[in-house]
């Protein structure tokens, strides 16, 4: 089945950079887009990042754009978010997602959330 | 960006009762939109696609329906296990935006 596990989450100062890695499995990534999403703890949902198929087209928040990158390695079943010049309010809970196969795409499978905390 | 503002912010509801969530976009979006439930401390689980599609597995007491900039979420008969949050979500154009969330409390 879907699985999407993602990692790289803890406690960093802001200003400092981190990467978030996410481990997908039980389907072919590069048929897929793929995002990151992320949710402020006890807050709603914001999109952050999203990432074609092959990764020859990507999108970002405005939120976040010239701060964090997406990326991916379909060899190694990875999606990635580089995250650099964290602010205290980049601190949330940061969700894997997976497209839906198609050109607009809802969000089919979340991975289970890897706890990012901005803090000096 | 599109904006998505979801109402109410809380409902209060009883087993066995029918709701409704609305959600309007502040521009057309044409069916582009999806409704999610988050149960404390889990990801969100996708109900709704194309704003009217149930995604599989999804119980058939959840609908939703709409087009353009109007969109609601149904619930016909609430279960014991529907209490949590919904959100609804536009993909049409990036930036993809959510709205504000539903609670649903007993």
């Known amino acids: 089945q879907v699985q999407l596990v993602e990692s790289g989450g803890g406690v960093v100062q802001p200003g400092r950079s981190l990467r978030l890695s996410c481990a997908a499995s039980?389907?072919?990534?590069?048929?897929?887009?793929m995002h990151w999403a992320r949710q402020v703890p006890g807050k709603g949902l914001e999109w952050v990042a999203a990432?074609?198929?092959?990764?020859?087209?990507?999108y970002h928040a405005d939120s976040v754009k010239g701060r964090f990158i997406i990326s991916r390695d379909n060899s190694k079943n990875t999606l990635y978010l580089e995250m650099s010049t964290l602010r205290t309010e980049d601190t949330a809970v940061y969700y894997c997602?997976?497209?839906?196969?198609?050109?607009?795409?809802?969000?089919?499978?979340w991975g289970q959330g890897t706890l990012v905390t901005v803090s000096s | 960006d599109i904006q998505m503002t979801q109402s109410p912010s809380t409902l209060s509801a009883s087993v066995g009762d029918r709701v409704t969530i609305t959600c309007r976009a502040s521009?057309?979006?044409?069916?582009?939109v999806a409704w999610y439930q988050q149960k404390p401390g889990k990801a969100p689980n996708l109900l709704i696609y194309?704003?009217?599609s149930l995604e599989s597995g999804v119980p058939s007491r959840f609908s939703g329906s709409g087009f353009g900039t109007e969109f609601t979420l149904t619930i016909s008969s609430l279960q014991p296990d529907d209490f949590a949050t919904y959100y609804c979500?536009?993909?049409?154009?990036?930036?993809?935006?959510f709205g504000q969330g539903t609670r649903l409390e007993i």
């Open positions: 039980g389907f072919t990534l590069r048929s897929y887009g």
């Open positions: 979500q536009q993909y049409d154009i990036y930036s993809l935006t």
């Open positions: 521009q057309s979006i044409s069916d582009w």
């Open positions: 997602v997976r497209g839906s196969p198609e050109a607009r795409q809802y969000f089919d499978y």
């Open positions: 990432i074609s198929g092959d990764g020859s087209d990507k």
């Open positions: 194309k704003a009217s």
